[in-house]
C-alpha cells in the first residue's frame, strides 16, 4: 500500500542531492563565526531578501522568540492573531522568555487589517502596556495556508513606521505566500523590520531556520540565540541543506498548491464533509459534518494509508510538499472513493 503523509510539510526527509550537498559541506565552528557554509547561506538569505544581514537558528520557534525578545521589553505588549503560532504554538514562549504582554486579535484567517490593529496601539497613558511589537503570519496555519493581500501588508506596515513600533513576519511558509501573491521578494520583505523563515518546512531541509533583519539587529540576536542554548558549533552541515533547499525547492511550492487543490476537490465529494477553508496555498483544512467523528475518520484514513492531523474540534488538515507525489495525490483520491 502506497502511504502518504500529509501531516505536516515538516514531515520531509533529505533527499539524496541534499545529503549530497551536506555530506559535501565545508565547516567551522559557528559560534566563532567560522562556519563557511553557515556564512554562506546567511548571506545568500540576506541578499535574497533584500535585508543586511541574516542569522542561522535551530527552529522557527527560537528565530521567532528571538526577535520578539529584541523587540519587547518586559511588560511590554505584542499585538497579534489569537491563533497564531508566535502566541499558540510556542509554549507561552513570550512571557516566559520576555515577560511581554500579548493583545489578540481575531482577524480573517489568521489574518490581521490595518484598522483592526490601529484600535489597539495603545495610548501612551501609565494605565496600558506599551505597545512593542506588531506581528503577522503569511501564510498563516490557522487559517488555513491563507495569503495575506499585499496591500493591506503595505498600510500595516505604513501604520506601524508612523506609530514607531515594529513589525515583525513569521514568515514560516512565507515562500508559498510569494507563490501566490506574486510580489518581488525583496519589495516584500521591506515592509517588515525583522523576517523568521522555515527551511524545514516546505522547501524540504532537515532543520533551521534563518532571521533576518539590519546588521545591528542580527548582532543583538547571535547574543539572544547564545543565551537560548542556539549556538551551534559545525552546524554547516545543516546549512548546507539550507542553503540547497532555497536554491532548488522554491520554484517548486506550486506544483504542492495544486495538489492541495485537487485533494480540495476530492475530499468535498464524500458525503462526511462539510467544507474547507477554501485552500490558498498548501494546506487544507476540512470541516467535518459531525463534529464528534473526527477521530474515527482520521482513524479511517490512517488505515487507508493517508495520514492527517487532528485541526480543533471537527476539523482535520492536510499538508501537501515535496515527499508527495503526482502518484501519492492520485492514489489518495482513489481511496477516497472507497472510504
Ligand atoms: C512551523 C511554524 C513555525 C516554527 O516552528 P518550528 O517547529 O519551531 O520550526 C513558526 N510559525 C509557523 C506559522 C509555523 O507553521
Not at 547561506?41 to 543586511?52: D, P, S
Not at 482513524?299 to 501537501?320: E, H, N, W
Request: glycine share 8%; aromatic share 6%.
Amino acid at each position: 500500500m502506497i502511504k502518504s503523509d500529509f501531516r505536516s510539510d515538516t514531515v520531509t526527509k533529505p533527499s539524496k542531492e541534499m545529503l549530497d550537498a551536506m555530506f559535501h559541506a565545508s565547516v567551522g565552528d559557528d559560534v566563532y563565526g567560522e562556519d563557511p557554509t553557515v556564512n554562506e547561506l546567511q548571506e545568500f538569505a540576506a541578499n535574497l531578501f533584500g535585508k543586511e544581514a541574516a542569522l542561522f537558528c535551530a527552529s522557527g520557534t527560537q528565530t521567532n522568540q528571538i526577535a520578539i525578545n529584541i523587540h519587547v521589553k518586559p511588560g511590554g505588549e505584542v499585538i497579534c492573531h489569537e491563533d497564531s503560532h508566535v502566541y499558540k504554538y510556542e509554549g507561552g514562549g513570550i512571557a516566559k522568555n520576555s515577560g511581554a504582554s500579548v493583545r489578540l486579535l481575531q482577524g480573517n484567517r489568521g489574518r490581521l487589517t490595518a484598522s483592526e490593529i490601529e484600535k489597539w496601539i495603545m495610548p501612551d497613558d501609565v494605565h496600558f502596556p506599551v505597545t512593542q511589537l506588531i506581528s503577522l503570519e503569511d501564510t498563516a496555519n490557522r487559517g488555513g495556508g491563507a495569503v495575506y493581500d499585499f496591500t493591506e501588508i503595505q498600510k500595516i506596515s505604513q501604520l506601524a513606521k508612523n506609530k514607531q513600533i515594529p513589525l515583525h513576519l513569521d514568515g514560516a511558509r512565507v515562500f508559498n505566500a510569494l507563490a501566490v501573491n506574486g510580489v518581488d521578494l525583496k519589495t516584500y520583505a521591506a515592509q517588515f523590520d525583522s523576517i523568521s523563515i522555515c527551511l524545514s518546512k516546505g522547501l524540504g531541509a532537515p532543520v533551521g531556520s534563518l532571521l533576518l533583519g539590519t546588521k545591528e539587529f542580527i548582532h543583538q540576536a547571535r547574543r539572544v540565540r547564545k543565551v537560548m542554548g542556539g549556538g551551534m558549533r559545525q552546524a554547516g552541515f545543516l546549512a548546507a541543506a539550507g542553503l540547497f533547499a532555497l536554491k532548488h525547492n522554491v520554484a517548486r511550492l506550486d506544483q504542492d498548491h495544486r495538489h492541495a487543490k485537487q485533494l480540495e476537490a476530492a475530499f468535498l465529494k464524500c458525503d462526511w464533509i462539510e467544507s474547507s477553508l477554501s485552500v490558498e496555498t498548501n494546506i487544507l483544512v476540512l470541516i467535518l459534518k459531525e463534529e464528534s467523528k473526527r477521530d474515527v475518520y482520521i482513524q479511517k484514513l490512517v488505515d487507508a494509508g493517508i495520514k492527517v492531523s487532528s485541526f480543533g474540534p471537527g476539523m482535520i488538515r492536510l499538508v501537501t510538499h515535496l515527499d508527495l507525489s503526482e502518484e501519492h495525490i492520485l492514489k489518495t483520491i482513489e481511496q477516497l472513493k472507497q472510504l
